[in-house]
Nanobody
Framework: QVQLVESGGGLVQAGGSLRLSCAAS????????MGWFRQAPGKEREFVEA????????YYADSVKGRFTISRDNAKNTVYLQMSSLKPEDTAVYYC?????????????????WGQGTQVTVSS
């Protein structure tokens, strides 16, 4: 069992930056691929970025390429999402999630554990 708690969301102007954090409980954290997803009002939850258990592999959505960077610190049981050059269309609730199956997945059903989400609002 893994419990996830996101933080770091807020209101930022377009072009600005934010760093989201996701603190995990549970000793198995270091074995999980971790992902970030987001859900804008009226839209489905979508994949943003994911990182393998040892940070050896990362995978990102085209919409955030070159702007967002995922990282993790297994000693601190924490995964991060550094967001730069933010756009109004990045406005959403951001969720971190833990994947139990091998590899890196971009689909929601592959992720077994979810945080409660943190709001990111980008003003124009």
């Amino acid at each position: 069992q893994v419990q996830l708690v996101e933080s770091g969301g807020g209101l930022v102007q377009a072009g600005g930056s934010l760093r989201l954090s996701c603190a995990a409980s549970g000793r198995a954290f270091t074995t999980y691929t971790m992902g970030w997803f987001r859900q804008a009002p009226g839209k489905e939850r979508e994949f943003v970025e994911a990182i393998s258990w040892n940070s050896g592999i990362t995978y990102y959505a085209d919409s955030v390429k070159g702007r967002f960077t995922i990282s993790r610190d297994n000693a601190k049981n924490t995964v991060y999402l550094q967001m730069s050059s933010l756009k109004p269309e990045d406005t959403a609730v951001y969720y971190c999630a833990a994947q139990r199956s091998p590899g890196i997945a971009t689909t929601l059903h592959e992720y077994a554990y979810w945080g409660q989400g943190t709001q990111v609002t980008v003003s124009s």
